[in-house]
């Protein structure tokens, strides 16, 4: 979708900024489930029951991470609509088309449904086309990542706890998607971060069996300007995958160890340097989080773990 000129190719803002959809004007039409990890002491150790819970978790004081709460309640438009548009910027000559969806994950549920009963879209049944199908990759980054990332650290600084409580967020809604979309049968597979840079041959081979249409990966491509990205896109692609990776060592930058194949799934752990600050990376997240919260953290990362070393 970076044809469509906006920010990270992301296909929502081709529907805000083409059509000119005010997303704070629309309502919900159902009741989004939003998601949290709850234990049953009565389960084996190590599995989890999910419970909904609609009133939230964040302070009212971390302005960023209410205004996430609130993004989360916005409506988009549907899913026919937004195909019909995305199909004009798509290469519909690709077998794999692509949408990186940020906002509104839950809408991945009932969406991944509809897809399965929608027609065709029109430029893509005058090629010949007979059936959508959607996959979805779910890519979570380990909460000791942050320090590579020059916003993530900036947030270290000016205010750690609303950082803390963003990472917790997203690791939790990743790890709820991934079950609910496991429930209803859609297919979908969980790719860590850490893994992707340290681990890039192991992780190409399982997006290539998970994707098989899409033929070989090169984790050293870089897209080529104008073609394939556009200064629109703002899209930070300087170096490719394995030797950004290959730039930064995983212990000593952020904490992280590298996972083992069918032996352990790569984690952060509570040792290294990080930049200025004294502690891990981890550590420094974990004392602005309650007892609780690290509690739930703890449980939404050990599922994506196990999850992304199958």
């Known amino acids: ?16 900024e083409k059509l000119g959809v005010d997303r704070g004007a629309q309502a919900l039409s159902q009741e989004r ?94 090629l010949g086309v007979k059936k959508v199908r959607a996959a ?64 890039t041959e192991r992780t190409m081979e399982r997006l290539e069996n998970f994707l098989p249409c899409a033929g070989p990966l090169d984790p050293e491509h870089l897209p080529v300007l104008n073609v394939e990205v556009f200064e629109e896109n703002h899209i930070k692609a300087g170096l490719g995958i394995k030797s950004y990776g290959e730039l930064h060592d995983p212990l000593e930058t952020c904490g992280y160890q590298r996972g083992v194949p069918g032996k352990s799934p790569g984690q952060c752990l509570n040792h290294g340097v990080v930049n200025n600050f004294n502690h891990s990376a981890i550590r420094v997240m974990m004392n602005h989080l309650t007892e609780e919260e690290a509690h739930r953290l703890r449980r939404a990362m050990y599922l994506l773990e196990k999850q992304s070393d199958l």
């Open 1 to 16: 979708l970076c044809k469509g000129m906006t920010w990270q190719c992301e296909g929502y803002r081709i529907m805000e």
């Open 33 to 126: 489930r939003d998601v949290n990890l709850t234990e049953d002491a009565n389960l084996p150790e190590g599995q989890f029951l999910y419970a909904t819970d609609t009133q939230g978790e964040f302070p009212h004081e971390c302005d960023s991470a209410v205004s996430l709460m609130q993004d989360q309640k916005l409506a988009t438009p549907s899913l026919k609509d937004s195909l019909n548009v995305w199909t004009k910027y798509w290469d519909l000559n690709r077998h794999i088309l692509l949408e990186k969806k940020t906002r509104n994950l839950e809408e991945a549920i009932p969406q991944d449904l509809e897809i399965r009963e929608l027609p065709v879209p029109g430029d893509l049944g005058v």
């Open 136 to 199: 979805y990759i779910i890519m979570y980054r380990p909460i000791c990542l942050w320090s590579l990332s020059s916003r993530g650290v900036a947030k270290a600084h000016q205010d750690p706890r609303c950082m803390a409580l963003e990472e917790l967020r997203a690791l939790e809604r990743a790890a709820s998607l991934h079950h609910f979309l496991n429930e209803q049968g859609s297919k979908n597979l969980v790719v860590n971060y850490g893994e992707l840079l340290w681990n």
